[in-house]
């Protein structure tokens, strides 16, 4: 399949988050030799820019709640660690298919090409939600514990 890709003599936009743990040498080596373009989002923005987390996670949340809830109602019992991989593997295909992924890239104005899809108040910083506690509580040793 890599050599599909190569072969082809386009070039292919990655798109992920900007964390430096994402940007190895062996990465970047990798994707200039497969005529791969590294688009990054910036820092604090996968919330609103990533179609991961805007459209597919949110689905497969969804997906994920149903497939549990019909295999108890089927079995009659609740989901156990051996069942888990099926129903989940039942909630990802419903979650990630051909329809899901490219709403993602279309509701994130990533193809086609939007930039009113992403709207200012999406990109205002948080809220402060930090309280100021009353007192500091003195903190037991490990030697004292």
Known sequence: AVGKFRDEG???????????????????QFAMTMNIMIVSYPPHCTHALQGLDVVCFAKMKTE??????EFEETHLRNIGKADFMGVFLKGFAKSFDETT???????????????????????KPAEATSIIGGYALTQMSPVKA
Request: hydrophobic share 45%; glycine share 4%.
């Open 10 to 28: 386009r070039t292919w936009a990655l798109f992920m988050d900007g964390h430096s743990s994402h940007f190895t040498p062996e990465i970047i």
């Open 101 to 123: 992924v490219k709403a993602a890239f279309r509701v994130t104005g990533i193809f086609p090409f939007d930039r009113s899809a992403i709207k200012p108040e999406q990109m």
């Open 64 to 69: 994920l709640k149903n497939a549990i809830q």
